[in-house]
């Protein structure tokens, strides 16, 4: 008789609500607040909280960052700040940089592309401190305006293809230096176009099952709540401030990239 050898899958381990809970709280604000994804913390304290490997905790922290962007768009829009035009253009340039992005990491070797990024955001994000801010100015399209954000959209998308990073660390800097707007307008706009890669990112991972349901629901349920109180915090704080606390962001950022590429560095 012929002997059929049987393949077990080991299930995924169930980490401590808390811990998703948790995660999802500092995702939330993170996202109100700075208006990025949050991910390049959340995905550290998965990994450290709820006891992940890399590609599930990238895949869970994904899952959070769909919802709260929205939520996050919506508390904007109610405080006023709805550059939804400004982002559609970015979030078509991040598709089309994504791929590009993709591309490049299978084609180049990232060693000098990374540390070049690190450097990268550590420079804008220095500069963000030093940058006064004028809530008061909006973006007013034109096709040169839309040829910048459709441009600032493509860096953006390259970033996450090769970095696994949300673009709004690029976009938000890039719209308040270049273009001189506000940082809640240049928020909003970070905000809109971060929610269609990561629907369509989290589509994905659960249909190939890298991350559950159960683990993005959480995380998600906690980023929910607490996106409102990040945005608020962000109407709330004066201008120059904000700027301060975004570089301070920008810069921890870096660093943490930094460390990442040292490490790989001497563990190949």
Not at 1 to 23: D, G, I, Q, R, W
Not at 102 to 112: I, Y
Request: overall charge positive.
């Amino acid at each position: 008789m012929p002997h059929y050898a049987v393949v077990v899958t080991e299930p995924l381990n169930k980490p401590p609500v808390v811990a998703l809970l948790s995660v999802g709280i500092i995702g939330g604000l993170l996202a109100g607040f700075f208006g990025v994804g949050g991910g390049i913390v959340m995905v550290p304290l998965l990994l450290v909280w709820a006891k992940m490997d890399q590609r599930r905790a990238q895949a869970s922290s994904l899952l959070a960052i769909a919802p709260a962007a929205l939520v996050g768009t919506a508390s904007y829009a109610v405080g006023g700040v709805f550059p939804i035009l400004p982002a559609l253009l970015v979030a078509l340039g991040a598709l089309a940089g994504a791929q590009v992005g993709a591309w490049l990491l299978r084609k180049l070797s990232l060693g000098w592309l990374e540390w070049t990024f690190i450097v990268f955001v550590a420079a804008i994000a220095t500069v963000v401190v030093f940058t006064v801010p004028n809530r008061g100015v909006s973006l007013e399209l034109d096709l040169v305006t839309a040829a910048g954000l459709a441009g600032i959209g493509v860096v953006m998308g390259i970033a996450a293809g090769l970095f696994g990073i949300g673009g709004g660390i690029i976009a938000i800097p890039a719209l308040m230096i270049f273009f001189g707007v506000g940082d809640l307008e240049a928020k909003g706009v970070s905000l809109i176009a971060m929610a269609p890669a990561a629907l369509s990112g989290s589509v994905s991972h659960l249909r190939h099952k890298v991350a559950t349901l159960r683990d993005g629901l959480w995380v998600a349920l906690a980023a929910l709540i607490a996106t409102p109180l990040g945005s608020l915090g962000a109407f709330i704080i004066p201008e120059q401030l904000a700027n301060i606390i975004f570089g301070g962001f920008g810069l921890l950022i870096a660093t943490t990239l930094l460390i990442r590429a040292i490490r790989r560095r001497r563990n190949p």
